[in-house]
């Protein structure tokens, strides 16, 4: 082995997601900068010109985060280029006259001139803002009725070429559900990441105008009040964020459209922890999710998900397809999901110059590139061939520079699961 190569070390398979998961992740300057958009959707919506403002009640509407942004899962969407998909909700009680494609209507007559914004697109159950490197989805929810719950309503439908109608939605309290779903207590990995962040994290958004600049400095001094849910810093989240990432890279090329995302945040909080490190995590979840769709085929039945804080919220009313096309598409994702934890059980026992190669692969050549660099950077070993060290259990590699630090530690091992243990274990990594 050529002790002059850190790509010819040996390492563990979940130092290198951890690493991984923070380069794929909003940057702390860049949740400031979504923070600060949604807080001049909301001045936006509230302006005097703006169409909605006289159904924003006072005290009762509200324009939150929701989607990745809320559950702390928002990844890099983009394969050739970096950009970060978030979504809004703005709450409004619909006037009983108004037809279904109305909402949506007046909505993207609203958001005519929001600071920054590089084009307006009207889309079947949203608006889009386009920025550089973000976009962000509005989405408008009727409250009228005050649906007992956590703040329930209805989305409108609006195709081009077919007929509008309302969908009932409840994202709040599938946020609240997601989050409570998280193992907590997971001290020692939010340090780790916290580390890792500072050291890996890349800054993709821009500032639109001097305002937003000055906003972003401030907050660097003194936070504004919070507006997007702070981070989850948990293995199962952070498992969802590598396994979005990898099916956006497999389905990049695809004919048949992927899942939708809200289907694997509902999965991860259902499969639960794994007690058996970040590999093991995104190894069975991804297990889990493709017996799940074979079974599926086998039984000639479909994922009939709902979203658990309001049953009539359909999580999979649009995918997958129905008859034949649903079998195909169920079948392509089991597929993709068996490739990843085929390979995930091949790079566990792999060298740092494999485990790269499989990082292009899996998570896109930038993020592949990225993460060589990082690792460059923090184990520079030309003159070194001390072994590569960690302290169990907390996700953090030690260079031989830092191997003095207090408390224990281990060589780093080659394996980190097996697998034939794994299939024998259910969502909380028991037997």
């Known amino acids: ?248 890279i497999q389905y990049e090329n695809e004919v048949l459209k992927r899942p939708p995302t809200i289907y694997f945040t509902k999965k991860t909080g259902d499969f639960g922890y794994v007690d058996g490190g970040q590999s093991a995590q995104l190894y069975s979840l991804a297990k889990y999710i493709a017996r799940e769709m074979r079974q599926h085929v086998k039984n000639g039945t479909r994922p009939e998900e709902e979203n658990p804080s309001y049953r009539p919220d359909k999580i999979t009313d649009r995918w997958p397809r129905i008859g034949a096309d649903g079998v195909r598409d169920m079948e392509k994702l089991a597929d993709k999901l068996e490739y990843l934890a085929g390979r995930l059980n091949e790079m566990a026992g792999a060298s740092l110059a494999e485990i790269a190669e499989g990082i292009d692969e899996l998570f896109g050549e930038s993020i592949g590139k990225q993460y060589r660099q990082v690792l460059k950077d923090r184990y520079d070993r030309r003159n070194n061939s001390t072994p590569i060290k960690a302290k169990p259990r907390t996700g953090q590699i030690l260079a031989p520079a830092l191997s003095t630090m207090a408390g224990p530690s281990v060589e780093v091992p080659r394996h980190n699961f097996h697998c034939d243990v794994l299939e024998k274990k259910g969502g909380d990594g028991k037997s």
């Not at 909301?42 to 006072?58: G, R």
């Not at 509008?164 to 946020?175: D, E, Q």
């Open 1 to 248: 082995m050529d002790q002059e190569n850190p790509f010819d070390q040996t390492n563990a398979l979940d130092e290198v997601l951890l690493d991984v998961a923070t380069i794929i992740e909003l940057s702390p300057r860049d949740r400031r900068i979504a923070a600060n958009r949604y807080r001049r959707l909301k001045a936006q919506l509230e302006a005097s010109t703006s169409p909605l403002a006289p159904f924003l009640v006072d005290g009762e509407s509200r324009i939150y985060a929701q989607g990745s942004i809320a559950t702390s899962t928002t990844i890099i969407s983009g394969i050739d280029e970096d950009r970060f998909d978030v979504d809004a909700i703005v709450e409004i009680d619909v006037p009983l006259d108004w037809s279904d494609s109305k909402p949506l209507d007046l909505l993207e007559e609203a958001l005519e001139g929001f600071p920054g914004v590089e084009k307006i697109v009207r889309c079947t159950r949203c608006v889009q803002l386009q920025f550089a490197f973000m976009h962000m989805d509005v989405t408008i929810l009727d409250r009228r009725d005050k649906i007992q719950g956590d703040r329930p309503g209805e989305i409108f439908h609006s195709p081009d070429a077919e007929p509008a109608y309302r969908v009932p939605s409840n994202p709040w309290g599938f946020t609240d559900w997601f989050r409570s779903k998280i193992k907590p207590g997971q001290l020692l990995l939010t340090d780790s990441l916290n580390k890792r962040r500072e050291a890996n994290s890349k800054s993709r958004l821009r500032a639109i105008d001097e305002a937003e600049s000055k906003i972003i400095a401030d907050a660097e001094q003194d936070d504004l009040p919070p507006v997007i849910p702070a981070r989850v810093d948990a293995q199962e989240a952070i498992a969802l964020k590598l396994l979005k990432r990898n099916l956006n």
